[in-house]
Each structure stands twice: as structure tokens, then as C-alpha cells.
């Protein structure tokens, strides 16, 4: 399934790129050189083989300073290709994928005052909530209550799932800094029968 979302979105980025304009090069910069950054990297440059658009660089950006050739379009994928690419894009197009929309708008108020208007876009992580609603319906249909650990990023959102959870009953802990996240999951789970992962960079992350 992760790998179909990925060519897909491939396909998506290949068609919005405008395939019959004159030749141009894009540089791809990846979070990281594996997992989901990696299979991303190999699906997108796929989708590209046949188009006038070209890869002509891959990598994270601390090596993009000296790629040494301006790229048409810096195409990032995830939050950290984006937060190291801002400062070094100039007037460069950037399109931001794999990023959810609370984290894009953050990193853009924090590093892209200086960058034109409508130089930076994205294609956010975040589902509708009626569409992650309907699939943990489909998936679990006897599971009723679901969980969720918010924060700053998330808080805002929880009316919102409330509204679209239907039958199911939405319960939640608030998280306010990574010492506070252990008791709040022991808190959390013995209630609910699922624990909903939302995008969300202050609780779901590597360490």
C-alpha cells in the first residue's frame, strides 16, 4: 500500500510538472537515504524517466550546497529536506512533499520570510479526518473507541475528528513535552481499543 501511495504520487508530481515544457532538471533532497525517503526517491525518478523533467541530483541537502548547478525545481521529502533547504534555495521553486501541513507552515514562517510568494508549495501527509475515519471503520469495525495523543500541532484538530467519528467514541491525552508522553500513553491505552497516530512531529518521531 505504502509503495502504491508512493508511485502514485510520482505520477501526480510528473503530471504537475508540465512533461511537455522544454527539457529541465530537478534536484530531489530526502530526509534521509532510506526507509520511505528511499522509496520515494526510486518511485519519483521512475515516474520522470520518460518526461522532459530530469533528476539531476539526490541527497540530503547539507551536500546540496555544493552541488554546484542551480536545479528548476528543488523537489523535497520530509520536514528535515525541507528545514535544510530553505536557507540555501534563493528563488529557486520548491515543492514540499511528505510533510504534514502544521509542520510546512512552521518551518515556512520560521525560514521562508525571504523567499518569493508562491516560491514554496506541498503536498501534506494529512488525510481529511472523514477519510481516516471511514478506513479505521473499515479496517477495525468493531473497535469503538479510539485514542489519540495531541499537542500544539494536533489540539486543534480534535472537534473535528469528534464530529466525523460517527459511531466510535474519540478519547485523548494531551502531551506537553516529551517527559510527559510515557504517562500519557499508560493513561490512554487502558481506555480505547486504538491508538490513532495524526501527523504529528512532537510525538511521533525517531528518538
Request: a neutral charge; hydrophobic letters at 45%; aromatic letters at 6%.
Amino acid at each position: 500500500m505504502a509503495l502504491l501511495f508512493i508511485r502514485t504520487l510520482g505520477l501526480f508530481l510528473a503530471c504537475l510538472m508540465l512533461p511537455h515544457a522544454m527539457a529541465a532538471n530537478v534536484a530531489l533532497v530526502l530526509s534521509e537515504n532510506t526507509g520511505p525517503y528511499e522509496e520515494f526517491s526510486a518511485a519519483f525518478q521512475e515516474s520522470l524517466a520518460k518526461s522532459h523533467w530530469k533528476i539531476s541530483y539526490v541527497g540530503k541537502a547539507d551536500a546540496l550546497l555544493v552541488y554546484g548547478r542551480q536545479p528548476d525545481l528543488i523537489v523535497t521529502v520530509g520536514s528535515a529536506a525541507l528545514l535544510g533547504t530553505l536557507p540555501q534555495a534563493g528563488n529557486t521553486p520548491v515543492l514540499a512533499t511528505l510533510i504534514p501541513r502544521k509542520t510546512f507552515s512552521k518551518l515556512i514562517a520560521e525560514q521562508g520570510q525571504g523567499r518569493p510568494r508562491g516560491a514554496t508549495s506541498a503536498i501534506f501527509l494529512d488525510q481529511p479526518i472523514a477519510r481516516i475515519s471511514d478506513f479505521v471503520h473499515l479496517l477495525l469495525p468493531t473497535h469503538r473507541r479510539i485514542g489519540l495523543l495531541t499537542s500544539d500541532e494536533t489540539r486543534d484538530r480534535l472537534p473535528a475528528i469528534k464530529q466525523a467519528a460517527g459511531k466510535s467514541t474519540i478519547d485523548s491525552e494531551e502531551v506537553a513535552s516529551d517527559g510527559q508522553l510515557l504517562a500519557a500513553i499508560n493513561e490512554l491505552l487502558p481506555r480505547v481499543d486504538l491508538l490513532l497516530a495524526l501527523p504529528d512531529s512532537s510525538i511521533y518521531k525517531r528518538d
